[in-house]
């Protein structure tokens, strides 16, 4: 199933402010149909035409949107000269060369996590996107959650102090990937939280993990070290018989917990901490525990997916660079590929 889409002749004019911004969505599998969704809900956005290599995609494209264009070849939508903005909603591998087109064509970008398969092609991207003023969104959707706009707020407000730790786990039984592991495939999610919340940049990583079933790592373990003792951890898992999604951030005054499991009170913040008081003598530490009251504070209840369109939307009409553009996920790659490195090295230090 294909339908034609005029090539241009040359490249559009810029989105004004009072444009509706048209795109076109590549990849309608397991993300897309939400993407879709959501741009087509967006008041200064309007979904063009949706591109997929599968038929029953575009069937099912077709019943729900009929107002959208539909096409099996990908380079129809890129070359529209209807279309101001593509999103790459497929397989990593992929991403490179999709983006690469979009911009080529004088498209902005919004591709799905994580940005490439290696630094190299990120930071070609980010100059490609650069030189033609266009803008690149890579899905951090986390970062658009009440859940981590709160913790922000409060690491702003240095209600925890200085940071001790930040330790992640994110494991459940599947989905398992058939072109990345287990690392690629959950830790740009936390990688990015991280990336966003911590200011300061990591200075080493070290990684460890193991295949059991299609010969691709199904549970790794990251740790990243950060300057000022500061130290943070990642657990990823596909064959976990629960499904867990927490965070824990220590900090000198007050420490976090984070269940984005919960459906209300997914951050609590607990008056706990220990203080040290030394006298001469190496066996003379004053260790004082405190032991506070834990409170809950109100999260927004929002769709953080809609929150990033909308975001992306406004960054393309207003000329404004978002906050997880190409830049943002370039420092994830690098994170990824670090820890990919110490993986095949069984856990050895690797420098970023």
Known sequence: MATYLAKPDNLQTPVSASDIVRFGVIGYGYWG???????????????????????????????????????????????????????????????????????????????????????????????????KNLKIMVDHTFLFTGAVKKIQQLLEQGTLGKLYYYDSTRVNLGLFQHDVNVLWDLAPHDLSIMDFLIKESPEAIVATGQTHLNGLEDVAFITVYFPDKMIAHLNVNWLSPVKVRTTLIGGEKKMLVWNDLEADEKIK????????????????????????????????????????????????????????????????????????????????????
């Not at 706990?272 to 001469?280: K, Q």
């Not at 066996?283 to 769709?303: F, H």
């Not at 790659?333 to 670090?338: H, N, S």
Request: hydrophobic share 40%; proline share 4%; glycine share 4%.
């Open 33 to 131: 149909p939400n993407v879709v969704r959501n741009l087509d809900q967006l008041d200064r956005s309007r979904v063009v035409a949706v591109s997929d290599k599968s038929s029953s995609a575009l069937k099912r494209v077709a019943k729900s949107y009929p107002h959208v264009t539909v096409s099996s070849d990908s380079a129809e939508i890129i070359s529209s000269p209807e279309i101001d903005a593509i999103a790459v909603v497929t397989p990593v591998w992929t991403h490179y060369e999709l983006t690469k087109a979009a911009l080529e064509n004088g498209k902005h970008v919004f591709v799905e996590k994580p940005f490439t398969t290696d630094a190299r092609q990120a930071e070609e991207l980010i100059d490609l996107a650069a030189r």
């Open 269 to 352: 913040v607990y008056d706990r901490g220990v203080s040290v008081t030394s006298r001469e003598g190496l066996y003379n530490l004053l260790v004082n525990y405190r032991s506070g009251d834990m409170w809950a504070p109100q999260i927004e209840q929002v769709e953080a997916l809609h929150q990033e369109l909308a975001y992306f939307v406004d960054c393309i009409t207003k000329d404004e660079t978002p906050m997880n553009d190409g830049k943002a996920g370039l420092r994830v790659v690098k994170m990824l590929e670090a820890a990919t490195k110490s993986l095949r090295q069984r856990g050895a230090l690797v420098y970023l």
